[in-house]
């Protein structure tokens, strides 16, 4: 996830006998906890994808059968079609925004401003998605909320946000961007800072304005945070489930906010189909690794390697 | 600092200024809105126009909470369950690091990939395989059903093997010397040099684990069990009509959170910062 593969630790000598076995002591309960939690479970998802059950009766092996129903299944393909606009609105607005307020905080001289401009964008990213969730059903409540009061006062009439299917998934988009950007933020202005400033100051000299010292030189040495921020923006974003589930229980009007995780939780938990959930989450292992993999590819001709 | 490349005039720095101060207002007004109205007398609040400030100001909706969900209960939970779950995977953690990091073992770099590449499955597809072991093991329902599975941060081991590997070698072959063991190492020559990492993922396990959602909602049953996320959207599902004591109980979820965060605000900050730059 994090990029970079491990870099070889120190060359594998045959050590002492009692080294060895202190190595096997020492990872014995991340191997033990590994094995029942991660590879246990992820393998025995792979086992129930085959099988039809509800948790209760034996099951029964089907093969194909769950791909094939997801093949044909209208409802799967809405959910990724959502997923996928979450995500990619997501690390779109995530990315560009991070940056421009990364950039925007990064010259303020005041400190004060600067202090309180941080803390603010950061702090909701601290607060659960529960309490997030709930206080934004409250803010954007047409006959309550703050959203439509003020909306009204500068003379418009803004949409009935969680019973209109256009508007359900731009106003999720809106809640998990004012939840999270403080996250990209803190990653870009991180970036931003670690660019060498004798490169900005040569780039000047030679009579580089702003802009272009701004698309030439400071974009480019940040593009490995650039990067890093949008790969783990859509990871992040393609698992989305807590505000959804939460502002639109089942799943918003016309499915317009059902998520894949969230329909994963519908088929597993609410309708006890678990060999069909087992199925669509491999769908979903495979789309995230394919995506991955292909900003990994994209990168190469992008990325700036230091 | 001083790395950007915009050298704005005199102006146009204020001016952006003035527009990340209003944005920096506007992030907040939700947050002002939801304490002020949860100081208001119930039948004054939630009314238009908007309340900034209570009036009149009662606390009697911190009261009601309790008359409707066991608040104080599932603080504990949510402390009892975030601070094992951190606590226990910190230790884990640490020690695998250390081994990876440190000692030599044949296996070791395969053991090691394994697990990295395991950071690409998604929580969500071992939730089901999870839950049916959780439930042979009579565990659903129960607090350790919450805090076993996140004792395996497969995250936390790759960064703090990383972090070890920038530490020099000389300093633990200088303590071998001496006679010291791996455990002796381990605690008094890395760790102690390792606080920032510690901090870090320390802090994001911390909060991940109090947080969280999806494991509760799917391995919590009755509510003495519940841990707050989880309490307060069962509270507002079934509040009969007040929903002034809903945000009540945000406040009172939210505002301890306000207040650890801008004390640790500095480490909070650098352990997000580490991700991207370490990484």
């Known amino acids: ?306 | 600092m001083g790395a950007s490349g915009v050298n704005a005039g005199r102006l146009s720095r204020w001016a952006i200024g003035v527009a990340l101060f209003l944005l920096a207002a506007l992030m907040l007004a939700p947050l002002g809105w939801l304490i002020a109205e949860s100081l208001t007398k119930e039948s004054e609040a939630l009314r238009l126009p908007p309340h900034w400030i209570p009036d009149p100001f009662t606390v009697q909706n911190y009261r009601n909470i309790s008359g409707m969900i066991p608040f104080g209960r599932m603080a504990l939970n949510s402390l009892i369950v975030a601070t094992i779950a951190t606590a226990g995977s910190m230790f884990v953690s640490v020690l695998a690091a250390y081994a990876f990091s440190r000692l030599r073992f044949p296996g070791r770099d395969a053991i090691f990939l394994l697990m990295l590449s395991a950071l690409m499955i998604p929580g969500q597809m071992t939730v089901i395989p999870v839950f049916i072991l959780l439930r042979n093991l009579n565990l659903i329902d129960t607090l350790p059903s919450l805090w076993l599975p996140s004792l395996i941060n497969v995250f936390a081991i790759f960064f703090f093997r990383q972090y070890f590997n920038s530490i020099p070698r000389e300093l633990d072959e200088a303590a071998r010397i001496d006679g010291a063991g791996n455990i002796w190492i381990l605690f008094k020559v890395i760790l102690p040099l390792s606080g920032p990492a510690l901090a870090a993922m320390t802090i994001l396990a911390f909060e991940a684990s109090w947080n969280s959602y999806f494991l509760p909602l799917i391995f919590i049953r009755s509510e003495e069990n519940m841990t707050l996320p989880l309490g307060l959207v069962t509270l507002n599902a079934d509040q009969g009509g007040s929903s002034v004591t809903v945000f009540a109980a945000i406040t009172a979820i939210v505002l301890p959170v306000l207040v650890v965060f801008l004390v640790f605000q500095r480490a909070f900050v650098a352990s997000i910062a580490s991700l991207g730059v370490r990484g």
């Open chain 1, 1 to 306: 996830m994090v990029g970079k593969t491990a870099a070889p630790g120190a060359p594998l000598r045959p050590g002492r006998p009692r080294q060895q076995w202190s190595g096997y002591l020492f990872i014995s309960p991340a191997v033990l906890l590994f094995g029942v939690f991660i590879v246990g479970p992820f393998l025995y998802a792979i086992f129930l994808s085959f099988y039809a059950w509800d948790l209760l009766t034996p099951r029964e092996f089907i093969g194909l059968d769950n791909f094939r129903e997801m093949w044909h299944d209208p409802l799967l393909r809405k959910v990724l079609r959502n997923t996928f606009v979450f995500a990619f609105a997501s690390v779109v607005t995530h990315v560009v925004g991070g940056l421009l307020l990364a950039l925007g905080v990064n010259q303020l001289k005041n400190r004060f401003l600067s202090g309180f401009v941080r803390t603010s964008l950061f702090f909701p990213f601290v607060i659960s998605w529960a309490a997030v969730a709930l206080l934004w059903r409250y803010v954007l409540s047409p006959s309550f909320g703050l959203v439509s009061y003020y909306s009204d006062k500068l003379g418009f009439t803004p949409p009935d946000w969680f019973n209109d299917s256009t508007w359900t998934m731009p106003a999720i988009i809106g809640i998990d961007w004012w939840h999270t950007i403080g996250f990209t933020f803190i990653i870009m202005l991180a970036g931003l800072q670690a660019v060498p400033s004798e490169l900005i100051e040569a780039a000047r000299t030679d009579g580089a304005n702003s802009w272009r010292v701004l698309w030439h030189v400071t974009i480019p040495m940040m593009s490995p945070t650039i990067f890093f921020a949008s790969v783990i923006t859509f990871i992040g974003a393609f698992q989305i489930f807590d505000p959804m589930q939460i502002i639109t229980p089942g799943g918003g009007p016309d499915k317009s906010t059902m998520s894949i995780v969230m329909y994963l939780w519908t088929r597993g938990f609410q309708r006890f189909t678990v060999g069909y959930a087992s199925a669509v989450s491999i769908l979903m292992l495979v789309v995230m690794m394919g995506v991955t993999l292909l900003q990994f590819r994209g990168s190469r001709r992008w990325v700036h390697q230091a």
